[in-house]
């Protein structure tokens, strides 16, 4: 008596399917490690996920079986990733900058079967081998290649095993809800947890992540991904970009700011994806070569905060507009983006700028709420004011860890996100640390991000960390820890003095310590931990 819909399952291989389909002479263009460009386009990464689905298929692996990736972003990469999905295994990207340990705690909790690498992870797969034994294959992403081989002489050659593989494969219809994708948390405190992304979750955050208020992508889009795969799917580029029919321009291991700049100019990349720190010397990078980066009318920020100062440069110097988002990798990762909403249309442009620098609001799929977690987690109001702790639910968050047996949510089916936030009545969110990096001083709490971002706004500061030191006193203080700009000199007196008039009194840091590097965790993030070990007890 009732009509119905068809159903379909959500599918990643679809996404490539649809690329192929009808964006077929659509460019991938990928940086080799040798620095040479490979140029193929969505047919041909169809075809050759296919050849690898072939390959994958003689294994005789379980549905559901994990095979890993050591990979930077590049066509083999993709259609590595694609294969693996598409035909019901897992993918589960490795993020190459974990210590040893932390690759060996990883690849066993995962119980990985295969491994796909690049060329230049030879020396980090030898030194962790004898840990993994739960490795049946290691497969370099590669043509033949001698020193390879006699480094690592189990390893078999991408090019050759796929070279035979017929280029016809029909993907299985599987469940949506099965398993699609696996990526580990950076683990700052205890062991990395694994986040099993399902093909559903997966193509929903697609969906939510192309529209115009979130990435505002379409076919006429060239991306430039620098966010690297193993980073929670380089945030989905490469889902978005099959969605939309985007060209896709890979930029292998080359992430310094000079390649980029060549990147962007030489293919005419017009939004790009990355960490703030990434940003920073891509910055640095365009104005010694005079770039003003024609083609990028936009950059996706996220990852940590992007300083206030760094959306004024991208808009002032480069005519690019910089949509800040926040997300995790238990968010798949989007939860929040920045964009005005209608009724900011009429605001003076200082008032927008204002509005562009929080981290934005929630796309249809996720809900966000503020609790008082030191009180029975009592929600807060959405008054942009009251700061507490941000839980979040949607359709690609996070249920429970990979292999954990206990639900990762709290009582009311909240998942806890760790960050300290105020949010405003649109659910414009502002974060203001994450609640470990919180300073508390005689009581009150200081942001340590807002202090970084004074800092960052000064000319002759590259790079800021503010860290909570210890206090006799106060219990905690705040210290920064800062990297000068090549362009000048600058005196702890007069950064200290800068923060004058722009914060309370009490909240200005104790001290300032100049360093040449500040340390990055494995996806680009300041590693404030490693600093409040090295610089903690400097006010005792
Ligand atoms: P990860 O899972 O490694 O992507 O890290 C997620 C964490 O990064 C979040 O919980 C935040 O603490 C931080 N983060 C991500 N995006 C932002 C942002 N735009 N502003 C501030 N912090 C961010």
Known sequence: MYGQMMYQPL???????????????????????????????????SSRAKQCANFLKSLHLEQGDRIATLAWNNHRHIETWYAISGSGYVCHTINPR???????????????????????????INAIKKHIPNIELFICLDTYNESVKEALPETVFYEELIQSQSGHFDWPELDELCASSLCYTSGTTGNPKGVLYSHRSTLLHTFASCLPDSLNLSS????????????????GSPYVAAMMGCSLILPGSALDGDSLVQLIDQYKVTVSLGVPTIWQSLISSAKKLNSTLPSLNRNVVGGSACPPSMIETFKTDFNCDTIHAWGMTEASPLGTVNHLKGKHLNLSKTEQFNVRLSQGRPPFGIRIRLVDAENDNKPLSNNGIETGNLQIQGHWIVNRYYGQENIALTEDGWFDTGDIASMNQDGFLNISDRAKDLIKSGGEWISSVELENIAMAHPKIDMAAVIAAYHPRWDERPVVIAVKSTTGQITETELLEFYQDKIAKWQIPDKVIFVDA???????????????????????
């Open 518 to 540: 500040i340390p990055l965790s494995g996806t680009g993030k300041m590693l404030k931990r490693k600093l409040r070990e090295d610089y903690g007890n400097t006010l005792i």
């Open 11 to 45: 599918l990643v291989s679809s996404l490539l399917e649809h690329a192929a389909n009808y964006h077929a002479d659509t460019p991938i263009i990928s940086k080799n490690t040798d620095g040479s460009m490979h140029h193929t386009d969505w047919a041909g990464i």
């Open 98 to 124: 974990l210590f040893p340990e932390q690759l060996i705690y990883i690849i066993q909790d995962a119980q990985d079967k295969v491994l796909f690498f690049d060329q230049t992870f030879v020396p980090l």
């Open 220 to 235: 006429k889009d060239i991306m430039l991904p620098v966010v690297p795969m193993f980073h929670v799917h380089a945030w």
